[in-house]
């Protein structure tokens, strides 16, 4: 049986998480945690903590887990680069699940995304993506979309701070081959929606997910976190969970 630290609980993410937990019949939930409350006590009672709130909290999250050895999966988004260290330096005392994106089809979208990026190489095809969210999200583009950005930039050879064009906008002049362009819409409740265009002379494919439910990343990280029982210290994601690498 699992032991499990849900963070976040009073948003929308955390509630899903509980809702996903109580479906698994291996997966006892020990623990919530809620802004101002001591993150020391509710870490101690569980063996995993999952964590979809503010990359603001990350530092606290890890640190507290390092104390009491608990496993973590972070499903949090827009960290910075340093912070980014942080959870890999954590990673070599724990096993951490460290992923943009835990839907099971999303994920399968990142492995399409890497398959066709080598197949339908630049000389021939422009790449673009596209991602919608709700209002209320805060960091652009998704982490997602950022992944999907990452996986494009490893096939074409080409660099995020370099080639990545966001959004267009007045008179910029022809697009350059290297170019890979990434569009942020926000609005209403949508859930998430990524798409990864390529698009040639004559023909256009088009690669993508629409999410209706945030169940679907909260069973995903439900999984990571059974997952992560029988693994050592190290950073993982959702593609060595599901076994797509």
């Not at 019949?25 to 063996?47: C, N």
């Not at 496993?71 to 949090?76: A, D, E, P, Y």
């Not at 819409?185 to 256009?204: P, Q, S, Y």
Request: aromatic residues 6%; hydrophobic residues 40%; proline residues 3%.
């Amino acid at each position: 049986m699992l032991s499990l630290l849900v963070t976040g609980t009073n948003g929308r993410m955390g509630q899903a998480v509980l809702t996903a937990a109580a479906a698994e019949p291996e997966v006892k939930v020990t623990s919530t945690h809620h802004t101002g409350e001591d993150i020391d006590a509710a870490m101690a009672q569980a063996t995993c903590a999952i964590d979809f709130t503010v990359h603001g909290f990350t530092s606290q999250l890890i640190e507290s887990a390092l104390k009491s050895g608990t496993h973590l999966v972070i499903g949090t988004t827009g960290h910075s680069d340093e912070q980014r260290a942080e959870i890999e330096a954590a990673a070599k005392q724990i096993p951490i699940v460290y992923a943009p994106n835990f839907s099971i089809g999303v994920n399968t979208l990142f492995w399409l995304t890497r398959k066709a990026a080598a197949i339908l190489t630049q000389d021939r095809f422009d790449i673009e993506v596209v991602e919608m969210h709700h209002r209320h999200k805060i960091d652009s583009p998704s982490g997602t979309a950022r992944r999907l950005l990452e996986i494009l930039n490893e096939e074409t050879g080409t660099s995020y701070q370099d080639d990545i064009a966001h959004g267009r906008f007045g008179n910029i002049g022809p697009r350059k081959k290297s170019e890979i362009g990434m569009h942020t819409l926000r609005g209403g409740d949508v859930v998430g929606d990524h798409t990864v265009i390529f698009a040639a002379d004559g023909e256009r494919i088009e690669l993508s997910h629409k999410a209706s439910s945030r169940l679907t990343f909260a069973s995903g990280a439900v999984k990571a976190a059974l997952w992560l029982q029988n693994q050592p210290p190290g950073l993982y994601d959702m593609q060595d969970v599901l076994g797509l690498k």
